[in-house]
């Protein structure tokens, strides 16, 4: 089994989750470094005001933002051909409005892009990955406002300038779509209803802001491409979606339906706007239906049309099954991203369920769709981890999970999709998005530090980073 020769292995983190030093060197507050995002699905506070010596998670993550030559350099040994990271927004603009970039901040990115490049690997930058300045929220309750556009592009061009020449692609929003669902409502776009009481808990979902909320990331999304491609010709912008592959429950046609309706919204509708340049059909009744007005300018239609994406990536974890039966709803417990299960599918122990064939079903859906290179930036299974006495992390359940999402990816590529790369998600443990938790691990390299604020942050390779490392110099072959 072989890969394109050019096929990009690598891997993929975000700033909040492994950077640390939230607030060194200028870096304002963002979003997640009050409540991560996963917090809001549960009975965690936020509270206003930061109280030092807190162990907060994001705070401290893995410390790679002192560490990152150390972690690039693993990277390098097991062979990456691409990194995949986010610049996190509040180094360069604490706030998120200030006119000019902090330059500490955008040095600390000089330092990380030119450690990447010094080993030929290549960055795959995520602009905005669950990360908006709280500033931006607290001024004007972030991506309901269409002022964050401007906000946004300024960020924008002061990376595109910085760095150009030194790297190729760039995503403009991490899983854009999880705003479709109330959860991404404060993860991916930092908005809050009630912000007084900054309580998640008690957050009536409101789906208009979120949906007006989108409609100002997809024109921002638009210009920057256009930016991009204005600044250098070389750049390559893609969108990000998480794919939440979904099965009928069962083959009653109207499961079948409800299933095709739902996929609509969670898994097409953003990227339909950003790879075809504007808004699905099916989209006006969905709006309707739900009292979603969308309040656009004159140009944005144009404004969407002219800046379509380069390519198209996705994260994928798990699937799930869809059923129009409002009881069984209720009653089945799906995985994070809803659903009921699966009857045929085992879960990781966090309840997502695993899918690789759903991997190859949904990568032929999206070349059939869009006709773009894609890539999977994200993917992988998060279990305890346990050291051994001997020192090794014998993590087989990790390698098996990945080798099963290989074939498939091989599959589809047999089966005619475009595809460019693989960035397994959290290469290096870092602290999870859902539940801000670090026992909940991903990564081919342990660090040792735990959600009781207790250790080192020494590194430790696991039996993944040597099956990994040679799978890449196979080029896939040896799996
Ligand atoms: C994706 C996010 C990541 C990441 C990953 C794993 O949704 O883009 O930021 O964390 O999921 O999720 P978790 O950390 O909740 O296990």
Redesign the pocket.
């Known amino acids: 089994m072989a890969f394109p020769k050019d096929f990009y292995w690598g891997g993929a983190t975000?700033a909040n989750?492994l950077e640390g030093a939230w607030n060194e060197d200028g870096k304002g507050i963002a979003c997640p470094d009050i409540c991560t995002g996963?917090s809001a699905n549960t009975s965690k506070r936020i509270t206003p005001e930061i109280k030092e010596g807190i162990f907060y998670p994001s705070h401290q993550a893995i410390d790679h933002y002192h560490r990152y030559k150390e972690d690039i350099k693993l990277f390098a040994e097991m062979g990456f051909k691409m990194y995949r990271f986010s610049i996190s927004w509040t180094r360069i603009f604490p706030n998120g409005d200030e006119k000019e970039p902090n330059e500490k901040g955008l040095q600390f990115y000089d330092r990380l892009i030119d450690e990447c490049l010094k080993y030929n690997i290549e960055p795959m930058i995520t602009i905005s990955?669950?990360e908006v300045p709280f500033g931006l929220t607290k001024k004007f309750n972030a991506w309901v406002s269409r002022e964050m556009i401007d906000c946004y592009l300024n960020y924008c061009r002061a990376i595109f300038t910085r760095y150009k020449g030194k790297v190729k692609y760039w995503l403009t929003f991490?899983?854009i779509n999880s705003a479709t669902t109330p959860v991404g409502g404060f993860l991916n776009q930092g908005i809050l209803n009630e912000i007084k009481e900054m309580e998640f808990m008690n957050q009536v979902d409101i789906p208009q802001n979120r949906f007006q909320g989108l409609h100002h990331q997809f024109v921002a999304s638009a210009l920057a491409v256009k930016l991009a491609h204005e600044i250098d010709e070389n750049y390559q912008v893609g969108c990000m979606n998480?794919m939440a592959t979904s099965y009928p429950l069962t083959c009653k046609p109207a499961d079948v339906l409800y299933n095709q309706k739902q996929s609509q919204i969670m898994n097409w509708f953003c990227s339909d706007v950003q790879c075809r340049g504007k808004y699905p059909n099916y989209i006006h009744r969905y709006f309707k239906e739900n009292n979603i007005e969308i309040h656009m300018k004159d140009n944005d239609e144009q404004i969407l049309k002219e800046g379509c994406v380069d390519f198209y990536t996705c994260?994928y974890y798990m699937s799930n099954c869809q059923t129009s039966d409002p009881e069984k709803q209720i009653l089945g417990k799906g995985n994070l991203l809803g659903g009921v299960p699966n009857p045929y599918l085992k879960a990781s122990d966090w309840g997502w369920q695993i899918d690789p064939e759903g991997l190859r079903f949904s990568l032929n859906e999206i070349w059939d769709r869009y006709q773009l290179p894609v890539f999977v930036v994200?993917n992988g299974l998060?279990a305890y981890d346990k050291i051994e006495e001997d020192g090794s992390i014998q993590d087989d359940y990790r390698i098996n999970y990945l080798k099963s999402h290989i074939e498939q990816m091989h599959e589809a590529i047999l089966d005619g999709v475009n595809l460019k790369g693989y960035t397994p998600?959290g290469c290096i443990d870092l602290v999870?998005?859902?539940?801000g938790e670090m026992r909940?691990r991903y990564g081919f390299i342990y660090v040792e530090k735990y959600d009781d604020g207790s250790g080192d942050f020494s590194r430790r390779k696991k039996k993944s980073f040597y099956w990994y490392k040679k799978l890449i110099e196979t080029n896939g072959e040896d799996l």
């Open positions: 975000a989750q996963g990955h669950y991490n899983e998480i994260s994200e998060g998600w999870s998005a859902s539940t909940k």
